[in-house]
């Protein structure tokens, strides 16, 4: 009896370990499942029916090296601050394909989540801002099983500061890519500490209005490359623009010299 009872706990942990019960379809219920490195697993990954069989390893020794091995077939690349855990992830409900999710930490605490795709080689897809449960909710991803993948990007210029970023899965150039969008929000409340003239369009200088020094006011939405639109609370807006990352062409000065507000991180 007590050989038996061994033997059934061998059995339900090899088939937790290789996913012979709960998965594949506990992933695409849930849509991410976690898994730690450095141990073997079996999963079908690429639809065919056949189990895959995956590890992911962590060589701190050869360089902060990851070594993604698929069925004797290998994708190496490399980490500045890699967790101890890697997920399978469904990314698209609609396809057949399960996905690999290697998440880091990042220099200066910014977070990244690279995945991978086997077909019959390891496809690099791409990588994303954040991961799955970082400290800072700014930084967690979210997947939905619809293709998108929901993350925070950071803003390219002006300041320090995040939006709503989407990325999905492109048939064309077989990547994970951000869907562009003409502009983004960003939503920043700050109070001007100059005159600050606006102008009356994008690419249009000419002068539209002056926001008085002084005056709360929410810079709503950009470009993310140049343009700012601001508003204050009178019912005055119009556009700034930035040039080399936080000067502020309408009055030649740095951003921090203009707007009371804004965050400045390394």
């Known amino acids: 009896m007590k050989l038996k009872i061994i033997i059934l706990i061998y059995i339900l942990s090899i088939n937790v370990v290789f996913g012979e019960t709960l998965l594949p379809d506990s992933i695409r219920k849930n849509k991410m499942v976690k898994f730690d490195i450095n141990k073997k697993i079996k999963i079908d990954l690429n639809g065919d029916k056949k189990k895959e069989n995956i590890m992911v390893s962590f060589h701190r020794e050869t360089g902060d090296t990851i070594i993604i091995n698929i069925n004797n077939k290998t994708a190496i690349n490399y ?6 855990y890697f997920y399978i992830v469904d990314i698209d409900s609609t396809d057949k394909f399960l996905d690999i999710a290697i998440e880091d930490d990042g220099p200066s605490d910014d977070p990244i989540t690279t995945f991978y795709r086997y077909t019959d080689s390891i496809i690099k897809l791409g990588r994303i801002p954040g991961n799955s449960q970082h400290r800072l909710s700014r930084e967690v991803f979210t997947l939905g099983g619809d293709g998108f993948i929901k993350t925070k990007g950071r803003g390219r210029v002006l300041s320090t500061w995040y939006y709503d970023a989407k990325y999905a899965f492109s048939n064309q150039k077989n990547k994970i890519l951000q ?3 003409e502009f983004v929000t960003m939503n920043q409340n700050v109070v001007l500490l100059c005159d600050l003239p606006l102008y009356t369009a994008i690419n249009d200088t000419t002068i539209k209005t002056i ?9 709503a939405i950009t470009d993310n490359k140049e343009w700012f639109k601001i508003e204050d609370g009178q019912g005055n807006s119009g556009w700034f623009r930035v040039e080399r990352y936080s000067t502020v062409k309408n009055v030649k000065k740095h951003s921090s010299s203009v707007f009371k507000g804004l965050c400045f991180e390394d």
């Open 79 to 84: 980490s500045s601050d890699i967790l101890n």
């Open 179 to 181: 869907v562009d969008t």
């Open 211 to 219: 926001l008085k020094s002084g005056s709360p006011s929410r810079i």
